[in-house]
């Protein structure tokens, strides 16, 4: 059922009940079919109020920081696959305490902390630990360097070159994470350069995190690769496989409701000024870059209807997107809705400038929006001293 976007408060992120559960029901029966486990990355969507929505399907959640570890505690009830570049001392023992999966970024890391993960598993033979390490197999085929963690000099995993013959004592799993939004036909070819690479330590492991990326619930995707890709490298190397993708998730499930405060002439080019803002509520469409879409506009501008550049509230000079045109001109007041803004937005907004964060709201089931969570000045104020 169609919401009315006037009752809705802006600027407001709005998550869709029925496409959240149609994505995670598509994806669980991928585990199913492969006999895989795919668990949830926080950073792609950390919407813990979503959280019971996801348990009923997903069986785990993977982190990147002790924040996101204990939300994925306190929400979904599990204990965290934890990865990090690099471990804090002051932190380690939390992680542990918290974490079934813990992945190490180098070898140097390992051995920094190994002692303590025996000593851990010695003292609490009842909590399940398992760890391994992150490879770096040197093949990617994302287009953005920002993104790509096989660009010479990435920090993100360890190439073969600086990894022994034998996995080092302790150590149970493999886990890369080269992929970004990409197809299972990348997965494929990527999979070839690990074997060629990793292939006589993926005999020696117990288990396989091909990390994110996997954007299965994207129209097109070839579901089936997929499954059969997963299925013949979990047979041939005796292995558990786990998935943790972030934007397959939340795919399209929800838009971010923003509102035309001005529109003005600019040397000739009409801008429409929003109540939003790209640089500290959608920074991901500037890091990528791209374009988002607009409910009932046009991607690209269309001689002979009102055009508009879409202007963030900042006084950032560059927190702008290029043209859209629409029917009819636009007037403040006007409702301008950005699709597919849950994954990869939410979890990145800012305060910069003194800006409000965004609402977050639920249109449920029954097609009814449910206001979640507000902000105001003391949002703003807790991050400053």
């Known amino acids: 059922m169609p919401i009315d976007y006037n009752e809705i408060p802006s600027p407001c992120f709005v998550l869709d009940e029925a496409l959240l559960r149609q994505n995670l029901s598509l994806i669980d029966s991928v585990q199913q079919a492969a006999g895989c486990k795919i668990i949830l990355a926080l950073k792609g969507f950390s919407m813990f109020s979503a959280f019971p929505i996801v348990k009923e399907y997903l069986s785990g959640a993977t982190a ?3 924040n996101e570890v204990k939300l994925i ?10 990865y990090m ?16 999966h813990i992945t190490f970024n180098s070898l140097s890391q390992w051995e920094r902390f190994s002692d303590r993960v025996e000593a851990f598993k010695t003292a609490n033979p009842d909590h399940a630990l398992s760890c391994g390490i992150r490879v770096n197999p040197q093949y990617s085929e994302v287009a953005t360097d920002m993104y790509n963690p096989c660009v010479p000099g990435s920090r993100l995993g360890i190439t073969r070159d600086k990894m022994p013959d034998t996995l080092p004592e302790g150590i149970d799993g493999i886990h890369f994470h080269t992929l970004c939004e990409n197809g299972s036909d990348t997965l494929e070819r990527t999979l070839e350069a690990l074997e060629s690479r990793f292939g006589d330590l993926l005999h020696q492991a117990k288990w396989l995190n091909m ?3 996997h954007l299965m619930t994207r129209e097109g ?21 786990i998935l943790e993708p972030g934007s397959a998730i939340a795919w399209r499930t929800g838009v971010l409701v923003t509102t035309v405060l001005d529109v003005m002439d600019s040397q000739g080019i009409d801008v429409a000024i929003l109540d939003s803002s790209f640089a500290a509520h959608m920074p991901d469409t500037l890091e990528m870059p791209y374009k988002p879409a607009i409910t009932g506009a046009s991607m690209e501008a269309v001689i002979g209807k009102p055009t508009y550049r879409m202007g963030g509230m900042t006084c950032l000079a560059g927190d702008f997107i290029g043209d859209y045109s629409f029917d009819r001109p636009l007037a403040a007041g006007d409702k301008i809705i950005f699709e597919d803004m849950i994954h990869y937005t939410m979890v990145k907004t800012t305060t910069f400038n003194g800006v409000n964060l965004p609402s977050i709201g639920l249109k449920d089931m029954e097609g009814d929006f449910k ?3 507000s902000f105001g000045y003391e949002s703003f104020k807790y991050r400053l001293s």
């Open 64 to 66: 990147s920081s002790l």
């Open 73 to 82: 505690n306190d929400f979904m009830g599990y204990q965290a696959h934890t």
């Open 85 to 100: 570049p690099a471990y804090l001392d002051s932190e380690f023992g939390e992680i542990m305490e918290r974490s079934s």
């Open 211 to 213: 990390g994110g990326g």
């Open 221 to 241: 995707y070839d579901i089936e690769k997929l499954i059969n890709l997963v299925s013949n490298i979990k047979a041939k190397y005796d292995l558990d496989v």
């Open 371 to 373: 206001l979640i969570k």
